[in-house]
Nanobody, 124 residues
Framework: QPQLVESGGGLVQAGGSLRLSCAVS????????MAWFRQSPGKEREFVAA????????QYVDSVQGRFTISRDNTKNTVSLQMNSLKPEDTAVYYC?????????????????WGQGTQVTVSS
């Protein structure tokens, strides 16, 4: 059972940037699809970005396209989310997730392993 630990959240002003990281231990990281989801108070968990096991394919929710970039380092067992031009509506708890699918799936149910989440707050 892989363990996922997120870091890098915090408070930032609108227009600013943050970089989230997720360290994965156990299992075979290079064979997992990895993703970021987020959840705001009173809302359902939302897909943000996904990256295939080899890093060749990525998917983004429309609201972050062009502002966020997901990447992975299979030598360090890490996945990152670079977030630029942040908006107040990006405020949420961000979760790292991993699964066994071979493509960059956006489906919540395709991810078997989850981190504990990291808070991102964007002030206006």
């Amino acid at each position: 059972q892989p363990q996922l630990v997120e870091s890098g959240g915090g408070l930032v002003q609108a227009g600013g940037s943050l970089r989230l990281s997720c360290a994965v231990s156990g299992g075979s990281f290079s064979t997992y699809v990895m993703a970021w989801f987020r959840q705001s108070p009173g809302k359902e968990r939302e897909f943000v970005a996904a990256i295939s096991w080899g890093g060749g394919t990525t998917q983004y929710v429309d609201s972050v396209q062009g502002r966020f970039t997901i990447s992975r380092d299979n030598t360090k067992n890490t996945v990152s989310l670079q977030m630029n031009s942040l908006k107040p509506e990006d405020t949420a708890v961000y979760y790292c997730a991993g699964g066994r699918k071979s493509w960059a799936t956006i489906e919540n149910l395709d991810y078997a392993w989850w981190g504990q989440g990291t808070q991102v707050t964007v002030s206006s």
